[in-house]
Structure formats: C-alpha cells, structure tokens
C-alpha cells in the first residue's frame, strides 16, 4: 500500500513570495489533514478535510493561507505572501475515516524556509 | 480548549536502560482518544497506539508499554531495554470523540547512547 506522497520535499522562498504543496492521501481515506511543524514543537493542525468539505479550519491563518481538496482526493495548501514565520515543515496525513483507530497516516513533509 | 503537556524536553538514556516519557492531558471531554507518535531523524511520524478514554488497561507491546491513568489525566510511554534505534522525537497527541481538535503536545526527545 502507497503511503501519503507529498511534493515538493524542500522549498526555499523570500518573504512575499507564493508557494504550493501537494498532497496525495492513500487510496481511499476520507479524510486528510495539513499541519504546521516550526523547529522544536509538536505539529499543529491547520485544516482538516473529509472527502472535499472542511471540517476544522480554526486554526489556519486564513489571510494569507488557504487550501483545497478537489474531488476528494489529492489537496495543495498555498501561501500568499509568506512571512519569515511560517518556516516549518508542513504535514500531509489521512486516515480511512475521521475517528479511525489507527489515527493517521503521515507524509513525509515539506520543509519550506522563508528567507 | 484541549491540550498536551510533555515536560521533559530532552532525554538521554545509555542502551539497555528502561526510560519513561510522560505525558499529561486537559479535555473537558468525557469521550476522548489518546495517542502516541514515534519522529525518528527521518521525519516521518508513524502511528504507535491509541486509547480511548473507556479503557484504561495497560497496554504491552514487545519492549513498549503504556499507563493511562484517567484519575492523574496522564498517558505515559515505556520503553524497556532501550536501543539506539528508538531515538526520535516522541508526541503525545490527544483527539476528542468525532475525530476533530487533534492537539499534539511539544514532543520528548530521546537519546538512547551505544
């Protein structure tokens, strides 16, 4: 079973600039996930999708972040402009269902620095 | 608001030594879900078990064992006769009942010493 494909895997921007990750969740889990890791602290979860509705946005800085998940499958998360602070590891994760006893799948990230 | 307190920053243990990492949990939740993640050097999170809040019998799996203690909020993680390849970064994370609010702690770096 493929796990949960994410791309680009590092990204190197100057502040106000755009970017795009891509996210593809194993095959046929509902829900996916887009978190935030900054250096030294746990993952903090931005957006949380099931099939292509949102479930939980609270937390993503919703001026200049914004993401989508056509179809139910495959998502990008987009920032515009970046700010030196969201130099992080960005997280894609899916699980079968949204209470599945597995928890989630993780990717491998996307490193982005924000110069 | 949920969340995840995982005081010990860093430990470093020398092989063959038992270590406890520790994790403490605010919910106002009666249903909940407790889970723990292994981050080796790699990156890549991987799953290694998940309670819920109905079922606080110890788990075992092979060196790894786990203590829910509803009555302290704590769910903590031991792992028995260390080796160097359990070094990472380990998180605590807690999940309420529909599968939303997942907060995962700041995460307890092991170092396991040849």
């Known amino acids: 079973e493929a796990g949960v494909a994410q791309s680009p895997r590092y990204k190197i921007i100057e502040k106000r600039q755009s970017v795009a990750f891509w996210c593809n969740p194993i095959s046929g889990h509902a829900t996916l996930y887009w978190y935030q890791q900054i250096l030294g602290q746990g993952p903090k979860l931005l957006i949380q999708f099931q099939n292509n509705g949102v479930v939980d946005d609270s937390q993503l800085p919703k001026d200049r972040f914004s993401a989508e998940r056509l179809k139910g499958v495959d998502s990008t998360l987009k920032i515009q402009p970046a700010k030196l602070e969201d130099s992080a590891v960005y997280l894609c994760a899916s699980s079968a269902t949204q209470s599945g006893p597995r928890g989630q799948f993780f990717g491998p990230g996307t490193r982005l620095t924000v110069l | 608001a949920q969340k995840v307190t995982q005081a010990q920053t860093e430990i470093s243990v020398v092989e063959k030594e038992d270590v406890t990492l520790d994790c403490v949990y605010e919910?106002?939740?009666?249903?909940?879900?407790l889970f723990w993640y292994k981050q080796p050097p790699s990156g890549e999170l991987v799953f290694l078990i998940r309670?819920?809040?109905?079922?606080?019998q110890n788990e075992i799996s092979g060196r790894y064992s786990w203590n829910f203690q509803k009555s302290t909020s704590s769910f903590n993680f031991t792992i028995t006769a260390s080796q160097v390849v359990d070094s990472a970064v380990y998180f605590c994370a807690l999940r309420d009942n529909y599968g939303q609010n997942f907060v995962f702690g700041p995460g307890t770096r092991l170092s396991v010493l040849p």
């Open positions: 309670r819920n809040s109905f079922d606080e």
């Open positions: 919910t106002r939740d009666t249903t909940y879900y």
